[in-house]
């Protein structure tokens, strides 16, 4: 069984209750599958949920190299210096990031919006840049558009390989017949 979810902001990626978010078992209550993967609590978008342990390996572990791709908006108008270092790789202290596909884009078509919606200053622009990525560390994407300058206000996931959160509203989810 896969499971495409698209994940609203503030849930986080466990069945089990912290106490203080809403959890996966709020939206998706079928048993015996588990995330293929993670998205940060105040990240948003594709989650992909399987019951079957060797589906799950090969969409969440870096050895696979599954595409991910996302929506990134940032605060500020990103430079062609700043997206030419995210296509080289970024050095984040800890790790340097995996080169990177990277372009600015217009904001999604038929987006939805965000509660609680992300702040907004009048005097400081926004954008928004498509980000491809083949790893995924903790707050990977987040960490490399700060450190190119350009913060993340909002973050969603859209594609992982050929899966793709297109006509799914936040908090729904769809089943697919086949593996791909």
């Known amino acids: 069984m896969l499971i495409l979810f698209n994940k609203p902001y503030g849930v986080i990626c466990q069945f089990s209750s912290d106490g203080m978010h809403p959890t996966?078992?709020?939206?998706?209550q079928?048993?015996?599958?588990?995330?293929?993967?993670?998205?940060?609590?105040?990240?948003?978008?594709?989650?992909i949920?399987?019951?079957?342990?060797?589906?799950?390996?090969?969409?969440?572990?870096?050895?696979?190299?599954?595409?991910?791709t996302y929506w990134v908006q940032?605060?500020?108008?990103?430079?062609?210096?700043?997206?030419?270092?995210l296509r080289r790789g970024v050095n984040l202290?800890?790790?340097?990031?995996?080169?990177?596909?990277?372009?600015?884009i217009p904001e999604p078509p038929g987006l939805w919006p965000r509660n609680p919606p992300v702040r907004f200053r009048k005097e400081i622009p926004t954008s928004w840049i498509e980000l491809i990525i083949r790893e995924g560390k903790n707050r990977q994407v987040r960490r490399m558009t700060a450190k190119v300058g350009f913060p993340t206000l909002r973050l969603i996931r859209s594609r992982i390989g050929e899966w793709s959160v297109e006509g799914l509203a936040p908090g729904t989810w769809r089943e697919m017949t086949t593996a791909k």
């Open 93 to 104: 202290g800890d790790f340097v990031s995996q080169p990177a596909k990277a372009k600015i």
């Open 24 to 28: 996966l078992k709020d939206y998706v």
């Open 74 to 85: 940032v605060e500020g108008n990103p430079t062609p210096e700043a997206l030419a270092q």
């Open 49 to 68: 949920l399987t019951d079957d342990g060797a589906l799950q390996h090969k969409i969440s572990h870096p050895r696979h190299k599954q595409a991910k």
């Open 30 to 47: 079928i048993p015996g599958v588990y995330p293929a993967g993670r998205l940060d609590t105040d990240s948003e978008g594709l989650l």
